[in-house]
């Protein structure tokens, strides 16, 4: 199952996140989302878990719990097709 975690701190790590969330169970890939021009964090990631039975307990475990001072945003990735359109791209 894909994971997207949001409202993380900006010095949080991929190392840091895979911590969090290795406490329930395999972890597949860690992935921040970084600007492509500054490189820094853009406050948000994914994670994905292969057993989706472990991923629930990660999404109920850690939605709204602090890392590095901020509540992360844990709940299931929704498919890109799903999201709404963000407007034409120039």
């Known amino acids: 199952m894909n994971i997207y975690v949001g409202n993380l701190a900006y010095g949080v790590t991929q190392d840091e996140l895979r911590s969090a969330f290795s406490a329930y169970g395999d972890i597949a890939s860690v992935n921040l989302i ?13 994670v994905e878990m292969p057993n989706n039975s472990e991923a629930d307990a ?33």
């Open 58 to 90: 990660a999404i109920k475990g850690l939605n709204e719990t602090p890392l590095k001072g901020r509540n992360m945003k844990v709940n299931q990735a929704k498919p890109r097709g799903d999201r709404p359109s963000r407007g034409p791209r120039w």
């Open 34 to 46: 970084t600007d492509k021009f500054t490189g820094e964090s853009k406050g948000f990631g994914f």
